[in-house]
């Protein structure tokens, strides 16, 4: 299962995230779930650094997946919370529709990427 976990801010902004886990949908390559939440999660992160010229920390597991981490390092922007708010809605919708693959949570502690 996916466990995606968002952070917010004492301005309520969303300033990280943290995707763990995989789908187990489909089979590996057939995984629409998973195929779905990489999407958006990479998308934005890469509209973080092209259209709010954000340079986020990122953190990942490139060799088995199911580890991406997201920090915002400075204030969080109007546009930053945008994207951010966006990716957290796409994730619920997903969750809404395959929720033995995916969960969506928010947590009041800072996220540790380890």
């Known amino acids: 299962m996916i466990k995606a976990s968002f952070h917010r801010n004492a301005d309520k ?17 057939q995984d629409l779930v998973c195929a779905a939440v990489s999407a958006v999660t990479i998308g934005t992160i890469n509209n973080l650094e ?5 340079q986020p920390q990122v953190v990942s597991d490139e060799v088995n997946g199911g580890h991406l981490g997201c920090r915002i390092t400075g204030a969080v922007s109007h546009d930053t919370a945008l994207l951010l708010d966006n990716l957290s809605e796409i994730l619920k919708d ?21």
């Not at 902004?13 to 390559?29: N, V």
């Not at 092209?50 to 954000?54: A, D, H, I, Q, S």
């Not at 529709?97 to 380890?114: A, E, G, K, L």
């Open 13 to 29: 902004a969303i300033d990280s995230f943290l995707i763990l886990g995989h789908a187990d949908s489909g089979p590996y390559g």
């Open 50 to 54: 092209k259209l709010t010229k954000v």
């Open 94 to 114: 997903i969750a809404a529709s395959y929720p033995d693959n995916i969960t969506v949570s928010s947590t009041q502690n800072t996220i540790d990427f380890n």
